[in-house]
């Protein structure tokens, strides 16, 4: 058709496995996809992570990561098989016909350089234009993309911008070749709601002035739906489901997207508090070594046993901070940390034991949380031993319990974390808080790395098990569907203050102050068109101030 830029049939990609005492085996990770990309669309790949995503998006540059081998089918880009094309025939499309955005702009740029330099390299090293030409068109994106100071902003090094900023240079360098395809690998994933919004909106007003067609990849059905012409729901390497935007959102056909387009739909009541809570916060104030600025300022909050606290904000505005000096890791300047109805030594060294025990804490990245040389028994074992003394058949079948509560269950306690999937890696970092028998857990972003489904699972492990155990959580987070979702009392930070605070149906009923507003106003909802509603919310807002 003469409208079709990319068309891919009957894809096939594979790796080689080693597994450790075996011989290399040969497996599938993406088997039969077939997708075709009219010129000027958006095509959206969505599934949990290990469905093929990014595999099959980089396979539009005819490249596989890793070792990963494009074994079969075809993949036309403007009408030519480019799978059997290698070396500089290869590169004369790269960076010039099709581009790439990767999910941290951060990692992709070189600290080294200055942005201009980087954005015009690839239009630059494929002739498509002159130096002067290539720089005009990299201010003409800056603008268009909502870049500030467009005509300097390219003489800043990337750690001179933040990461929104820096997410949409990458977008400016992905369109700066005039290329015919974009594909988009998680751009927003990383970044906090309000800045989402911001490069989605730019990403979609660049895709429709340049007549660009992209793929892009996600596992946010709430987010694709905003961007995209057609979505392809992806899982284990074969597509489960392909239509058009509405369809997959108001209409899907199959149980796995029904799914995705319907979580979230956990039920949480407010529980009514105790007297006394367990955690009390008084005017805490806190700077890090060496710097002249507080971090935090005044911060006072209460958490009572069996209750979840949301903390929320976006980057930098404090809630991790708050978690370091609640554990002891960060002292503060000014203010107490009373913990279950005693003063808490302000740094952890001079902490007893109990306090120890009783505070425990669940990270962001279960990867890097646990030894990848312990096998999950050990890692669960440790706090048994410590705490409590338990060795033997005593602390195996302590082990065996809480992998039970977590809904593992006894076979996997020789298992090492490589040999698991990321949301049973999170279980894992539960059963070892909770084997300390802990009164308040400080849950730290423990669902953001994770899939869609998959957090979903993590959120209503969590909630049964503070109904089992009465144990009380600090959830910080910058997902207010998460939020919704978990929380009984709610606390809104912003640059080292709590802007907002009282319980979920206090906080998240108006009247708003501003920045709460903003916050709320910025969580994509999984309906078509929501994105330029509150674009265009704010900007009568704007044109009102």
């Known amino acids: 058709m003469a409208d079709t830029l990319l068309e891919i049939k009957n894809l096939k990609i594979g790796a080689t496995a080693y597994p450790p005492g075996e011989p290399p085996q040969e497996i599938t990770i993406v088997d039969g996809v077939s997708l075709t990309l009219e010129k000027g669309k958006v095509l959206g790949l969505i599934g949990e992570s290990g469905a093929g995503k990014s595999t099959i998006g980089l396979s539009a540059m005819n490249y596989g990561r890793g070792g990963v081998r494009l074994t079969g089918g075809e993949v036309l880009l403007n009408g030519r098989d480019i799978r059997p094309l290698r070396g500089g025939k290869m590169r004369a499309i790269r960076g010039a016909e099709v581009t790439y955005v990767a999910q941290s702009a951060a990692a992709a740029f070189n600290p080294a350089k200055k942005l201009m330099e980087q954005i015009t390299e690839a239009a630059l090293a494929h002739g498509r234009c002159s130096k002067r030409e290539a720089e005009e068109r990299a201010v003409t994106l800056f603008h268009k993309l909502g870049l500030p100071e467009p005509e300097t902003f390219g003489n800043r090094y990337p750690h001179q911008v933040s990461g929104g900023q820096l997410q949409r240079a990458m977008t400016a360098l992905a369109l700066c070749p005039e290329p015919d395809l974009v594909i988009f690998d998680e751009p927003t994933t990383a970044l906090d709601v309000t800045t989402q919004i911001d490069v989605l909106a730019a990403i979609k007003d660049a895709i429709r002035d340049t007549g660009v067609a992209a793929l892009y990849i996600t596992h946010d059905l709430a987010v694709v739906a905003q961007v995209s012409d057609e979505i392809m729901v992806l899982r284990g390497g074969k597509t489960v489901e392909y239509g058009t935007c509405d369809q997959i959102i108001n209409n899907p056909q199959e149980e796995y997207t029904q799914a995705l387009v319907s979580v979230r739909s956990i039920e949480h009541e407010e529980k ?33 046993p069996g209750q979840t606290l949301a903390v929320v904000g976006e980057s930098g505005s404090g809630k991790s901070t708050l978690a370091r000096v609640i554990t002891g890791l960060l002292p503060p300047r000014e203010g107490s940390i009373i913990f279950a109805g005693r003063t808490l030594s302000p740094d952890m060294p001079s902490r007893s034991r109990e306090d120890l025990r009783e505070l425990q804490m669940i990270y962001q990245m279960a990867d890097v949380a646990m030894n990848p040389r312990q096998t999950v028994g050990t890692i669960i074992g440790r706090p048994l031993e410590f705490y409590f003394g338990l060795k033997g058949k005593a602390k195996r079948q302590r082990i065996i319990e809480l992998l039970d509560e977590i809904e593992l269950g006894e076979g996997f306690i020789d298992r090492y974390p490589a040999e698991l999937s990321g949301g049973q890696k999170q279980r894992v970092c539960i059963a070892r808080a909770l084997a300390a028998d802990p009164k308040l857990i400080i849950c730290d972003e423990v669902t953001s790395a994770l899939d869609p489904l998959v957090a979903d699972g993590i959120l209503k492990l969590l909630l049964s098990l503070q109904k089992r155990e009465d144990v009380a959580y600090l959830f910080i987070t910058h997902d207010l569907a998460t939020v919704r979702a978990i929380a009984d009392s709610i606390a809104v930070m912003y640059k080292g203050r709590v802007v907002r605070y009282g319980t979920k149906s206090e906080v998240l009923s108006p009247p708003f102050d501003d920045y709460t507003d903003l916050l709320l106003s910025s969580v994509p909802e999984m309906k078509l068109g929501w994105l330029e509603e509150v674009i265009e919310h704010r900007r009568m807002e704007s044109a009102g101030h």
């Open 272 to 304: 009514q508090p105790t007297p006394e809570p367990v955690l009390r916060v008084e005017g805490v104030t806190a700077r890090y070594s060496g710097t002249r600025f507080d971090v935090l300022e005044t911060i006072n909050v209460d958490l009572h």
